[in-house]
């Protein structure tokens, strides 16, 4: 009987730097963002006591803050020496400050005002950035069931299987997401009307809006959208997402077409940087904020 040294097997293939296997910090995101979609589920189908945070349709109900705990007490067992952010622990008043240290970056239901209507779209949302680049990517889309997962230079995957970007190149043969995002103040809601009516007719085949930012990036990784752009998302939406689509073969860049920063509140997520490039060109910038600091 050959005994295979587990141990041995995951620290050759998966220790690159610092003595952290993230191939077990995958594997643990993996566990505990089934445990939390097990708890959404259950939670979606009953009565919510909905509350509202930053703005009326800015929302957040028990099971929020009931995964997230979830979510981050398992983590922090595993892996004591880690740092955190997650949406409704920054939402409560703890820090959102993203260093060099293991980071794990969470939204615990992504599509929260969906989940509030039963509306399916609804996902938990896990990374971890290490020296500020996202390593491991976890993305479960819990109604629908499906586990997106991805580890940087390992490939993006959905269920297991690989995950392909689109092989479209021109915006006029695309189909487009983008979200409203949690704020109606009207001179920004102006511009997002403007954004939306200049990518429309440009024309390109669509725009899509389905709630939920880390769905959408998983979306553009499994080349079912070309490419999905916000103003006003914040680190925890984005940090798994984006790293699916790297892996699938895709590209990040900020809404100007410049380098993306993952606390900068904004994002274009393409299937190929001819696409970003012209969505870039297209879209006139929204004020936001950035996260990590007072506004
Ligand atoms: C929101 C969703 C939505 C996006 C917002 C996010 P939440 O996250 O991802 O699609 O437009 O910007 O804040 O509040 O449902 O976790
Ligand atoms: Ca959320």
Known sequence: MSVVDKTTAVQDNARPRGGESWALCLEAAETVARQAGVVIREA???????MVKSSMVDLVTETDQKVEKLIINYLKQQFPTHSFIGEESVADGQGCS???????IIDP???TTNFVHGFPFVAVSIGLAVNKK????????CVADKMYTARKGHGAFCNGRPLKVSKVTELSRSLLITEMGSSR?????????????????????????????????CSVAAGEAEAYFEFGIHCWDMAAGVLLVEEAGGVIVDTTGGPFDLMSQK????????????IADTLKEVAVGRDGMQT
């Open 134 to 141: 996202v390593e491991v990517g976890v993305v479960y889309s």
């Open 267 to 278: 994002i274009i997520a393409a299937n190929c940087p001819a696409i970003a490039t012209s």
């Open 109 to 111: 239901v992504d599509g």
């Open 44 to 50: 979606i189908k009953g009565e919510k006591q909905v």
């Open 185 to 217: 103040e009207p001179e920004s809601m102006a511009i997002r009307m403007e954004n939306i009516h200049n990518l429309v007719c440009i024309p390109c085949h669509g725009i899509r809006q389905l709630g939920s930012a880390a769905l959408n990036l």
């Open 98 to 104: 993203l260093t060099n240290n293991p980071t794990w």
